[in-house]
């Protein structure tokens, strides 16, 4: 093997137990610097070589995948980053446009990881037009397999479980094929830069949000602007969702890049059918010296949802004097922002903040559990500091010594507030 090829697969290659996610994620992170290498290799390394071993390494690092817990996403990541590098490296490494097909005919209908797309698109600079022509005759042949009839079998007999099983595994293979092709004829569409046909296979039959966006996002990658415009507004309309909420922004988006002198009457429509402090953030960060006249609208409208209301006027408005006060006028009951707020209020008046704090350590101390008990410790702890040379000091004190009282058959708790310095 070549030396990057030495240096880079044994980082991709286990065979440790990584059933665990801390052990996974240990590995994943391994894989990333060794994708960094090959990253590194690009220009400086034999194209050829940096090809072969990327290869090499995606077939090692599915075998990994297949085995491992990955909830974090940590060597999904890698296998991602590997296949994009895949096709910029065949770009450059100039391989068999027959074997580069077959390759890439195997990884997507005859893999035993089969949750990887690969992107045509980013192919075609290798394959030219000779190997799109094969790609397109080897995908007919795929697409003219499917739709065999089910065995037919007699229920209760032997034979007949074996083909009843044969059966639905011939539709689970089935189900994938027809997605796999269906990822496949979007892609070609945008490679085609086939206006019509980019409809047609991303919107389908129009019945979900997040295929109309899809549309908008293939449509905006080819060029055609206006009409992606188009597409998202259409997918902003379509509902009151979450799938038309993430349209509304990618609507926006699409406007201050093409049409920016429209964005903030688009983010004005967005934040009022979807009021929140995401998009009451985007909002402000639109409308700049005309934030003031929308700002008393954005409250009224952020104030039936007290957390959202205080989180905006605290972390976008920076201004914890107003988020203070409505904390207290719209009730919040969010432990984590009354918290953050506290943290930011205390620097214009820190004894205002000990009922807050007081308050945070009843709540996690309705909770048993260490880590309940560190948290309460360390509020505990910030009060005390906070009264620091004032009358405010001996009530925290005391407040510390009931706590103990009370709790007194918690002796993890009585641990956990020694270790925070707490008086007894």
């Not at 034999?46 to 075998?63: E, I, M, R, W, Y």
């Not at 490494?93 to 992107?119: G, I, T």
């Not at 925290?396 to 993890?412: A, G, K, N, Y």
Request: charged share 25%; hydrophobic share 45%.
């Amino acid at each position: 093997m070549s030396d990057l090829a030495n240096t880079v697969l044994p980082l991709i290659r286990t065979r440790g137990e990584l059933y665990r996610r801390g052990a996974a994620n240990a590995h994943g992170g391994q894989m990333h610097e060794a994708v960094d290498v090959l990253d590194a290799a690009v220009g400086t390394e034999d194209p050829a070589t940096v090809f072969a071993v990327t290869q090499k390494a995606l077939a090692s690092a599915l075998t990994v995948i297949a085995r491992v817990d990955d909830s974090s996403g940590i060597i999904g990541d890698a296998v991602r980053r590997l296949l994009c590098l895949h096709a910029a490296t065949a770009a450059t490494a100039k391989p068999s446009v027959a074997r580069l097909v077959a390759w890439m005919m195997k990884f997507q209908f005859d893999s035993d990881v089969d949750y990887f797309e690969l992107d045509p698109v980013a192919y075609a600079p290798a394959l030219g037009d000779e190997g799109i022509a094969l790609y397109r005759n080897e995908l007919g042949k795929v697409a003219a397999e499917l739709g065999l009839r089910p065995t037919q079998f007699r229920p209760g007999s032997d034979a007949g479980l074996l083909a009843e099983d044969e059966d639905r595994q011939r539709r689970a293979h089935d189900h994938h094929v027809r997605f796999t092709l269906g990822w496949n004829a979007r892609r070609m569409a945008v490679l085609d830069r086939d206006v019509d046909a980019i409809i047609a296979t991303h919107s389908r039959d129009r019945a979900v949000a997040a295929w109309l966006t899809d549309t908008s996002v293939a449509l905006a990658e080819i060029g055609e602007f206006n009409l992606a415009i188009d597409w998202a507004k259409q997918a902003t309309d379509f509902g009151t969702g979450h799938q038309s909420s993430a349209a509304g922004d990618h609507w926006c988006a699409l406007l201050a890049r093409h049409r920016p002198d429209e964005e903030l009457a688009a983010r004005l429509e967005v934040f009022r059918r979807w009021p929140s402090s995401s998009s009451a953030a985007r909002l402000y960060a639109c409308a700049g010296d005309s934030w003031p006249q929308h700002c008393r609208d954005v409250l009224d409208r952020l104030s039936s949802n007290p957390r959202d209301a205080v989180q905006f006027t605290l972390s976008t408005l920076r201004d914890p004097e107003l988020a203070w006060q409505l904390a207290h006028s719209l009730d919040l009951h969010s432990a984590d922002v009354w918290n953050r707020l506290a943290t930011a209020y205390e620097k214009v008046d820190p004894l205002a903040v000990l009922p807050v704090l007081t308050d945070l350590v009843t709540t996690e101390l309705a909770e048993t559990g260490a880590g309940h008990y560190r948290v309460a410790a360390k509020y505990l702890k910030r009060m005390r500091v906070l009264a620091a040379g004032t009358e405010k000091r001996s009530e925290v004190d005391q407040l510390v010594i009931e706590l103990r009282e009370t709790h007194h058959r918690r002796p993890r708790l009585q641990q956990e507030f020694d270790r925070a310095g707490l008086p007894r």
